[in-house]
């Protein structure tokens, strides 16, 4: 069972990048998914999350209005849609999943996490 994230780059202030990350079994359909990040020098955070069906989504204050979870359980796949990105979003960004089934939240300790996807914001 892996998570494969792909999507990062350098991009500049203002700009935009998609985050992809597919699910290499179809049971991640039915569980809650979501985006972590860690900056240099800094813990792992918590970024954005959602539902088994889409329905429900969850952001960290400092996303919220620029960046959109999105989900495909008929291909595995989950999206990170990221506008407006500033410098303070450089981080290396980590999708993961919870082994919930049906569930609505990702919590803070997820059970499945991919090996990240680097993305860089010039100033």
């Known amino acids: 069972v892996q998570l494969q994230a792909s999507g990062g780059g350098l991009v500049q202030t203002g700009g935009s990048l998609r985050l992809s990350c597919a699910a290499s079994?179809?049971?991640?359909?039915?569980?809650?998914m979501g985006w972590f990040r860690q900056a240099p020098g800094k813990e792992r955070e918590f970024v954005g999350s959602?539902?088994?069906?889409?329905?429900?989504?969850y952001y960290e204050d400092s996303v919220k209005g620029r960046f959109t979870i999105s989900r495909d359980n008929a291909d595995n796949m989950v999206y990170l849609q990221m506008n407006s990105l500033k410098p303070e979003d450089t981080a290396v960004y980590y999708c993961?999943?919870?082994?919930?089934?049906?569930?609505?939240?990702?919590?803070?300790?997820?059970?499945?996490w991919g090996q990240g996807t680097l993305v860089t914001v010039s100033s």
């Open positions: 993961a999943a919870k082994r919930h089934l049906y569930g609505v939240q990702i919590g803070v300790s997820p059970d499945y």
């Open positions: 959602i539902s088994w069906n889409g329905d429900t989504t």
């Open positions: 079994a179809r049971a991640f359909g039915s569980y809650p």
